[in-house]
C-alpha cells in the first residue's frame, strides 16, 4: 500500500511529541522573584530563622507568596520584583551578616514536573538582568611577583650560607646575582641548584661573575594556573558576599576569568566587592592572661580580644608574626603520620625569617591565625535600611607550636578534611593574588531584561502566526498539516532548550525567530514538488510519494550547510554570537523531523491508503 | 493559491548580462562605500563603553552632553535610543582611564544631572578583547565559507562549489556595503547576522544546484543555458515561498523585536532579499562562466549515491 506509515513511526512521533510537552511545559509558570537564604557556620536554616525573617516581612507589611525549606536553604517566593527588592534590606537586617540572603528568580514549577527534572529555558543576562564580566589576570605581574619572592630567597639562602655576593637584583623575567669571586659563584651555583630546584640558573659574565636565575616554562605555566585558580576562588568568596543566587565564575582560555551575577544592579557595589581584598595574619597567642578578665573589660596592654568563629572569646598579641601577603601557597591534605587531615603552608623568605625567629622561642606555645575582611552590612536605622562597610576580624585556627619551623610547615589536629579544606582556602584567600583587570563588562538592568523578554515573545508569536496564516492560505490542507509541524517544531526548540538548560539570550530568540521562518523551507519544497509531479499529470498518491521522496536530498543538503554555519558561530563561541548558533542549530535538526517524518504521517493519515480524485495543495 | 502559476517558462539566463551588470554596480557602490566610510563599528569590535540610560520623562540631549563634557568625556556621541526617553552613549576608549572605573564615572554624573535616570544598559569592551573579537569573527567567516566550500565540491562537483562561494561573498559584500553606506551599526549581532545569511543564501542556491544537477541527468537534449533556465523556473516558486516566509518573521523581528536587535533583523531582511537574487543570477551564472557541461555531472563516473531516484 502506498502512503502508508509502520505503526512504530505514529509512535516515535506521539512518543516525541509527549516528551517536548513535559519540558516545555515548565516555561509556562514563569518565576518567581525570590530572595534565597542560606546560612553558614554559625548560622543554621531552621525554624528560629524561618521565624524572624516572616516576622520581619510582616513588620514591613510586605505580603509572602510562599516559603520553601530545602536543606541549608530557605526561599521566600514574592508576587513581584517590587516586594522582593525591599524584602532584601529588612530580611539583611533580621538576620545579620551571618546569613548570605541572595535575589533570586524561582521557577514556579509544579512539583511533580520538578520530578522529572523538567525545569523552565535558563535565561540569560539580557534577558533577566544583571552583570557580566570578563576579568584578566595579569600573569606578567604573577610572574614578577614570583621572581619577586626567589630574589628574596636567594638573598636569604647566600646570607644564611654566609657566601659573599655583590648584587641581587629582581628583573622582569629573571633573578640576576653577582659576584666578587668565580669561588662564589660556584659555590652558590651549588646551593641554588639543591635549595630551588625549579629555578634555571645560567652563567653571566661580564666584568664580574654572575648568575642568572629565571623561571623555567613549567614554573610559569604552574605560577599562572596557580594565579588564576586563586582568583577564581577569591572571586567566589567575594560572590557569596554580594548575594548572587546562581552566580557563575568560570575560567575562559589560559588567563581570563568569566564572572556572570544574574540580577545584580549596581555594578559600582558589585566591582567594589569583588576588587576587595581580604587579609590574614599569624597572630601569637596571649596566653598569660586570664581571657575571662579581658571579656569583663581590663584588656592587658599589648593584646587584643579576638573572637573565634563559634564566637568565643581569644586573647591575642598585637605584634603580628607573618602576614597574609607572605604566604605563597596553603594547601589541605592527610598527615602521613597520624592519617588525620592536615593544612600545609608555605611562606616566603620573609615570612619565613620572622616565623623562625618566633618559633625558636615559642615552641609549646600557642599560635593563632586571624582573618580580616570587609563586609557590607544593613541595618535599620529609624525603619528604613541603611548600607555601612564592617571591618570583620576573626579567629580562623588557633595551633599549638611543636618545633621551630621556617619555611614551610602543617597544621595538624584539625576535625575534618572539610575543615582542613576550609582553612586552606582561607589562608589561600589571604594570600596576595595576582592583579586582574576586568577587559569586559556588560549589565544589563531589569527594565531592559523584561523589555527584551516581551519584545522577544512578541516578536516570536506575531511571526510565528504570519507563517502559519500565509502556509494555511497558499497549500490549504497540506498548509495546515505544516502548520502543526511547525507548532511541533517550536515545541521540541524549548524543549530542548529546556532540556540542556542552554542559555537563552535575545539572539537566540531571534534564532528561534529565523528557524520558524526557515522550517516551512523543507514543506515548501516537497509541496512545490508535489505540485509540479500533479501538473506532469501523475496520480494524487503518486505524487505525494514523489514529492516526498525527491525534496529529501535537497533539504539535507539546504539543511546540512545552514548547520556546517551555525556549528562554525558555535565554536566563535562568543555569548551574543553562542546564543543564536544554539537555538539555530537545534531548530535546523527539529525541524528536519518535524518537517519530513512528521507532514508525512499527517498526510499519510488523511489520504494514504485509499483512491483519491485530488489534493487539497 | 499559486504566486506563480502553470508551467513557467522565464528565460532567467537570457537576462543574465543586466543581472552581472546590476551585481557589478551593486558591488562598486558596496566596495567604495566601504573604503570611503568604512564600517561604522560597535563598540565589541574597537573597544570602548556603551550605556543605555532611560528616564521617567523625555529628555534633551544637549544637558546630558553638557554633562559629559564636564566630566571630561567632550568626545562622547550621546543619541535617542527607540525613543526620546532613551539615551544611548558611546565613549570611544581613553588611553589614560583605568579599564572599567571608567562607566562608574559616567554613571556617578548622569545620576548628578538627572536623579531619576535608570541604567538600562552598561557594556565596556576593553580594547584587547574587541581587537580578538574583530580577529575571530573574520576567522570565523572564512572558516564557514571554507566547510561550505568543501561540503559543496564533495556532494557536487568542483564546478559548483566556486559558484556558490561567489554568491555568498557577493550577498555578504552587498550587506556590508549597505551597513557602510547608511552608516548603521555594525557589531556582533550583525556579525551573527552575516553568517546566518551565509548559511541561508546558501540554502537557496544549494535547491538550485540539486535541481540543475538533476536535469542535467534526465534531460537528454538543450545547451547548459536551457538545462539552467528550466532548473530556475522549477525552483522559483519554493525560492520566493521560502523567502516570503522568512521575510515575514524577520519583518516581525524587526518591528517587534526592539532596539537591540534592529541591526540584526535589518542585516538578515537584507540578505534574504539578496541571497534570493544571487542564487537566481550569481551562483547559476557563475557555474555557466566556469563551463559546466552535461558530462561532468553523468553518474557514469562518479560513484552514484543518491541520484537514483531522481533519475524516473
Redesign the interface.
Known amino acids: 500500500m502506498i502512503n502508508q506509515y509502520p505503526l512504530w513511526k505514529y509512535l516515535l512521533l506521539v512518543f516525541a511529541l509527549v516528551i517536548g510537552a513535559i519540558y516545555a511545559l515548565p516555561n509556562v509558570y514563569g518565576e518567581d522573584p525570590a530572595l534565597q537564604i542560606s546560612g553558614s557556620r554559625n548560622a543554621a536554616i531552621d525554624a528560629t530563622a524561618k521565624g524572624k525573617v516572616i516576622s520581619a516581612l510582616q513588620a514591613a507589611d510586605i505580603a509572602v507568596k510562599a516559603t520553601e525549606m530545602k536543606p541549608g536553604q530557605l526561599l521566600v517566593r514574592f508576587n513581584d520584583t517590587e516586594a522582593q527588592l525591599k524584602a532584601v534590606d529588612f530580611v539583611k537586617s533580621a538576620l545579620g551578616t551571618d546569613y548570605i540572603i541572595a535575589l533570586n528568580l524561582a521557577p514556579a514549577t509544579p512539583a511533580w514536573l520538578e520530578k522529572a527534572n523538567a525545569l523552565p529555558m535558563y535565561l540569560g543576562l539580557?534577558l533577566r538582568g544583571g552583570v557580566h564580566?570578563?576579568m584578566?589576570v595579569d600573569m606578567k605581574a604573577a610572574a614578577e611577583q614570583a621572581i619577586e619572592r626567589y630574589s628574596n630567597d636567594i638573598r636569604t639562602l647566600l646570607r644564611d650560607e654566609r657566601i659573599r655576593y655583590a648584587s641581587i637584583r629582581a628583573e622582569q623575567q629573571a633573578v640576576r646575582v653577582m659576584f666578587r669571586s668565580e669561588a662564589d659563584r660556584e659555590q652558590s651555583r651549588k646551593l641554588l641548584k639543591k635549595e630551588l630546584p625549579l629555578l634555571v640558573l645560567e652563567d653571566i659574565d661580564t666584568e664580574n661573575p654572575g648568575l642568572q636565575a629565571r623561571l623555567d616554562e613549567q614554573e610559569i605555566r604552574d605560577i599562572e594556573k596557580f594565579a588564576l585558580q586563586q582568583n577564581i576562588l577569591t572571586l567566589r568568596n567575594r560572590v557569596n558576599e554580594l548575594g548572587v543566587a546562581e552566580p557563575v565564575i568560570v575560567q575562559q582560555g589560559a588567563h581570563r576569568i568569566v564572572v556572570q551575577l544574574p540580577g545584580v544592579?549596581d555594578?559600582?557595589e558589585a566591582?567594589r566587592i569583588l576588587g576587595a581584598t581580604a587579609t590574614l595574619e599569624y597572630r601569637a597567642v596571649d596566653y598569660e592572661h586570664d581571657v575571662q578578665t579581658a571579656v569583663a573589660g581590663t584588656v592587658p596592654a599589648g593584646s587584643r580580644l579576638y573572637k573565634d568563629r563559634d564566637g568565643n572569646p581569644v586573647l591575642l598579641k598585637k605584634a603580628v608574626i607573618v602576614t597574609g601577603d607572605q604566604i605563597i601557597n596553603a594547601s589541605s591534605g592527610l598527615d602521613q603520620q597520624t592519617g588525620g587531615p592536615q593544612v600545609s603552608v608555605m611562606l616566603d623568605a620573609k615570612g619565613a625569617r620572622s616565623m623562625l625567629n618566633f618559633t625558636k622561642k615559642s615552641v609549646g606555645k600557642p599560635m593563632a591565625v586571624v582573618f580580616i575582611e570587609n563586609k557590607s552590612e544593613t541595618k535599620l536605622v529609624d525603619g528604613v535600611p541603611v548600607k555601612s562597610n564592617k571591618r570583620v576580624e576573626e579567629v580562623i585556627s588557633v595551633a599549638t607550636i611543636r618545633d621551630v619551623f621556617s619555611k614551610r610547615f602543617q597544621t595538624t589536629g584539625l576535625d575534618s578534611p572539610q575543615e582542613a579544606h576550609e582553612l586552606a582556602l582561607l589562608l589561600r584567600s589571604g594570600a596576595l593574588a595576582a592583579p586582574i583587570?576586568?577587559?569586559?563588562?556588560?549589565?544589563?538592568?531589569p527594565?531592559?531584561g523584561k523589555?527584551?523578554i516581551e519584545?522577544?515573545f512578541?516578536?516570536?508569536v506575531?511571526?510565528?502566526l504570519?507563517?502559519l496564516v500565509?502556509?494555511a492560505?497558499?497549500y490549504?490542507v497540506f498548509g495546515l498539516v505544516a502548520d502543526m509541524a511547525l507548532a511541533l517544531n517550536l515545541v521540541l526548540i524549548v524543549a530542548v532548550l529546556s532540556l540542556l538548560q542552554a542559555t537563552l539570550t535575545?539572539?537566540g530568540?531571534?534564532g528561534i525567530?529565523?528557524t520558524?521562518?526557515?522550517a516551512?523551507?523543507a514543506n515548501?519544497?516537497i509541496f512545490?514538488r508535489i505540485?509540479?509531479e500533479l501538473?506532469n499529470g501523475n496520480s494524487p498518491q503518486a505524487s505525494i510519494q514523489?514529492g516526498y521522496?525527491?525534496a529529501?536530498?535537497?533539504i539535507a543538503?539546504?539543511?546540512?550547510?545552514?548547520?556546517?554555519?551555525?556549528?562554525?558561530?558555535l565554536?566563535?563561541g562568543?555569548g551574543?554570537?553562542k546564543g543564536?548558533?544554539v537555538t539555530?542549530a537545534i531548530g535546523i535538526v527539529t525541524s528536519m523531523f518535524t518537517a519530513i517524518l512528521g507532514t508525512r504521517a499527517v498526510i499519510n493519515l488523511i489520504y494514504g491508503g485509499r483512491r483519491i480524485a485530488r489534493l487539497s495543495i | 493559491m499559486q504566486l506563480l502559476k502553470g508551467k513557467l517558462n522565464i528565460n532567467f539566463m537570457g537576462k543574465r548580462r543586466i543581472a552581472i551588470i546590476l551585481s557589478g554596480i551593486l558591488l562598486t557602490i558596496a566596495l567604495t562605500a566601504l573604503i570611503t566610510r568604512g564600517l561604522n563599528f560597535g563598540i565589541d569590535f574597537t573597544g570602548g563603553t556603551l550605556i543605555e540610560a532611560g528616564y521617567p520623562q523625555a529628555v534633551e540631549l544637549e544637558p546630558i552632553r553638557a554633562t559629559l563634557a564636564a566630566s571630561g568625556f567632550d568626545g562622547a556621541q550621546v543619541q535617542h535610543f527607540g525613543s526620546s526617553r532613551e539615551v544611548l552613549i558611546r565613549i570611544a576608549p581613553q588611553a589614560n582611564k583605568e579599564s572599567a572605573q571608567l562607566s562608574d564615572e559616567v554613571v556617578a554624573g548622569l545620576r548628578q544631572q538627572n536623579a531619576g535616570v535608570e541604567m538600562r544598559r552598561i557594556e565596556f569592551v576593553g580594547p584587547q578583547v574587541g581587537e580578538e573579537l574583530t580577529e575571530q569573527g573574520a576567522l570565523a567567516m572564512i572558516y564557514a565559507l571554507i566547510g561550505i566550500l568543501i561540503y559543496i565540491m564533495v556532494r557536487f562537483q568542483w564546478r559548483f562549489a566556486p559558484g556558490a562561494v561567489i554568491a555568498l561573498v557577493h550577498d555578504v559584500m552587498i550587506i556590508i556595503g549597505v551597513f557602510a553606506l547608511f552608516q548603521f551599526d555594525f557589531d556582533l549581532t550583525v556579525l551573527a547576522a552575516l553568517l546566518a545569511v551565509i548559511g541561508y543564501s546558501l540554502n537557496d542556491t544549494i535547491v538550485v544546484f540539486d535541481r540543475i544537477r538533476e536535469n542535467f541527468r534526465k534531460m537528454r537534449k538543450g545547451t547548459a543555458v536551457e538545462i539552467v533556465n528550466t532548473s530556475l523556473n522549477q525552483t522559483i516558486s519554493r525560492t520566493l515561498m521560502t523567502s516570503i516566509t522568512t521575510l515575514l518573521v524577520l519583518t516581525s523581528l524587526f518591528v517587534f523585536g526592539g532596539e537591540v536587535i534592529h541591526s540584526f533583523s535589518l542585516a538578515l531582511i537584507l540578505g534574504v532579499v539578496v541571497g534570493t537574487y544571487s542564487s537566481i543570477y550569481v551562483a547559476s551564472t557563475a557555474t555557466l562562466a566556469l563551463g559546466v557541461s552535461k558530462s561532468d555531472l553523468m553518474p557514469a563516473k562518479v560513484e552514484n549515491k543518491e541520484g537514483d531516484g531522481s533519475m524516473v
Open positions: 539580557d564580566f570578563l584578566e544592579q555594578t559600582v566591582k583587570n576586568i577587559v569586559e563588562e556588560r549589565t544589563i538592568g527594565s531592559l523589555d527584551n519584545q522577544g512578541k516578536s516570536v506575531i511571526g510565528f504570519a507563517v500565509f502556509m492560505l497558499y490549504k535575545m539572539p530568540i531571534a525567530v529565523l520558524v521562518g526557515m516551512v523551507d515548501v519544497l512545490e505540485r509540479e501538473r514523489a521522496e525527491k529529501l536530498s535537497t543538503d539546504a539543511n546540512i550547510t545552514t548547520l556546517i554555519a551555525a556549528v562554525v558561530l565554536s566563535y562568543t551574543a554570537i543564536f548558533a539555530l
